[in-house]
């Protein structure tokens, strides 16, 4: 009884202590990248979808300001851990409090995502739509507006698990004003348990094509047990150990 108990003390703590944050890995980005999720602000996306309100999202920007994380001008793409499970966002420039002079910033957005994961939209034009939840892909598409003078939009996908897949696909619109830094406009952040960084990626990996997109896609990563397996090693000795007695 006592090794039993044991055991599963033992379990219980590297459980506790291997289990992961979630990790996405990014592909057609500088060969590949992962990026792990870490902890932001408290009830970030309210209570319902679909609407990620602008007050909720200037405080993912000061959190991030807070780590020397410059997101002003910039599209900001990281993995973080919400009320709503581990969540895929992308920023579009900062929302710091908007100047009474607008400068219009524009951006073409289709995501794609599994069909039951959720979607939030800070959406300043209004002009984002976001396809039903269902049994396959889910859909978000439109045209991002924001006043580039201290405003910003912002799109995310909730609640996803190990095996979920998303692509992002942005596009300059014509010759409209962009509203963004060029040539480095995107940029990844990694939770590296302790605070927030930005992925360094050649420049050449940080801006659109001459077509004017910018994609890639992601997907959640089922956690590698080889931590566990470590963890577990004594087990075998345990139970030895209980058949001796």
């Known amino acids: 009884m ?26 057609d980005i500088g060969g590949g990248i992962l990026l792990n999720s870490g902890p932001l602000v408290p009830g970030l996306f309210g209570n319902s ?14 959190h991030l300001n807070s780590n020397g994380i410059a997101t002003d001008g910039k599209i900001t793409i990281l993995a973080a851990e919400t009320d709503y499970g581990i969540s895929l966002m992308a920023l579009i420039d900062a929302e710091i409090g ?26 300043s034009g209004g002009l984002i739509t976001i396809g039903p939840a269902s049994s396959n892909a889910r859909i978000a598409s439109g045209s ?10 912002a799109f995310a996908w909730a609640g996803l698990l190990p095996g979920n897949s998303m692509t992002f696909r942005f ?23 302790a605070a927030w960084g930005v992925v ?36 075998p000795l345990l139970l030895r150990r209980r058949r001796a007695i």
């Open 171 to 193: 596009n300059r619109t014509g010759i409209a004003q962009l509203g963004l830094n060029e040539p480095a406009t995107f940029q990844f952040i990694n939770w590296n348990g």
């Open 98 to 123: 908007e100047s009474s002079t607008a400068s219009l910033g524009h951006l073409h957005l289709d995501t794609v995502a599994n069909g039951s994961n959720l979607a939030f939209a800070n959406d």
């Open 49 to 62: 979808e679909t609407a990620w309100s602008t007050s909720a999202l200037a405080s993912v920007h000061a």
């Open 200 to 235: 360094a990626l050649p420049v050449g990996l940080q801006g659109f094509t001459s077509t004017g997109d910018y994609g890639f896609a992601a997907s959640v990563l089922v956690p590698a047990p080889s931590a566990l397996m470590m963890c577990a090693a004594p087990l």
């Open 144 to 153: 991002l507006e924001w006043n580039s003078n201290g405003g910003g939009d």
């Open 2 to 27: 006592i090794v039993r108990t044991c055991v599963a003390s033992l379990l219980a703590s590297c459980i506790a202590t291997v289990a992961p944050a979630g990790i996405i890995a990014v592909s």
